[in-house]
C-alpha cells in the first residue's frame, strides 16, 4: 500500500512556528528530535520527519481503514542519504512502512510503501500551482483517461476509478500550499 505527503517550504515557512515551546515534543520521539537538533539545517529535518509521518500514515489508513493520527506515535528513521533523497523507515501501529523522501528547493516530498514494490514502481504527477479543477487538467496532460476520475471510497481514501472497465486503482494525493502531487504504482 500507498501513501504520500508533501510540504511547500515557502508556505511552511509562513503557517507554521515549529520552533515555539511544545511543538516538537507532541509530533516527534526524543529519537526524532535528536535527529533534528543535530543535523545543520533542523528546520529541512523538521519537514523531512513530518512527511514522512504523514506518508505513512496515509499509507497505513489504506490498510487499516483506522482515520486515528497521532504523529508522535509514528516512529521514524533515516537509513541513509543519498544527495537530497533520505531513505528511511516509519513505524505505525506495528506496521513498517519504507519511505523515500526527496528534498527540493521549493518543496520535500516523502513516498510510504508497506509492501516490497519498491520506489521504482512508482509514478508521480506533480501539479505546481494546481486549479481546483485538477481532475480536468490530468485529463488534458493524457494522465488520467477520459473514462477515469478520481473517487474517494466510503473511508475518504482516492482511487482512480475508470468508468468502461469499473477498475479501480489505488492513488495518494496529497497538497500543500502551491504543490499537488498524486502517486500510484505502476503494475
Known sequence: MIGNDIVDLLCARKESNWKRKGYLNKIYSSSE???IHSTPNAEI???ILWVMKEASYKANHRITGLREYAPINIKCSIKYVEHNVYFGTAVYNGLEYNTKTI???DYIHSIALHNSSGFSKVTEILIP?????YQELLK???YLLPSECIIKDDLGIPNIFNNLTKEIMPISISHHGNFLILIHIKE
Request: glycine residues 0%; aromatic residues 18%; hydrophobic residues 40%.
Open 103 to 105: 528534498v527540493y528547493p
Open 140 to 142: 488534458i496532460k493524457k
Open 33 to 35: 528530535q535528536r535527529l
Open 129 to 133: 500551482n494546481f486549479p481546483s479543477n
Open 45 to 47: 529535518m523538521v519537514w
